[in-house]
């Protein structure tokens, strides 16, 4: 019987700790529901597969802060799991950084660019950088976080057209 070498096993060992994550977050998704007081709302679908998701977010008084997040919607484990990752890297964030998270976001799920700033910002949501390699997907795990985006004042009114 062959013996695997051990950073073998430790990449398999951070592979299956990589899909624990993200079926967690699938299975048991953060600031999943409705907000009551919701200041900004956007619904995004993926009619290649049928996700929806709705994202609403209570805004600061003065407009500049994500004070309550919440999503809702139905769709497979990687929509679901990225919707519950977005809103943990979001809430108590300012619209910059909000919008700033969604762009390193897209970097990386696109391949465009990995950077250490993106694991420190994304947090959990980097986990997916892997869903890259399979194209289909891209969507599925983009989908909240373009919801996010347009949902929040300033988003430019030709780019909300679908």
Known sequence: MKQRSSSKLNEDQLKLLYRQVILDHSQHPHHHGTLANGSHEKEMENPTCGDV???????SPDGQTI???AFSGSGCTISQASASMMTDVVLGKSVRDARDAVYLFSQMITGKETTKKMDDVL????LLAGVRAFPARIKCATLAWKALDQALPGFPEKETAQ
């Open 53 to 59: 998701i709705t994202v609403q977010v209570q805004l």
């Open 67 to 69: 004070d309550d997040i």
């Open 123 to 126: 947090g959990d949501a980097s």
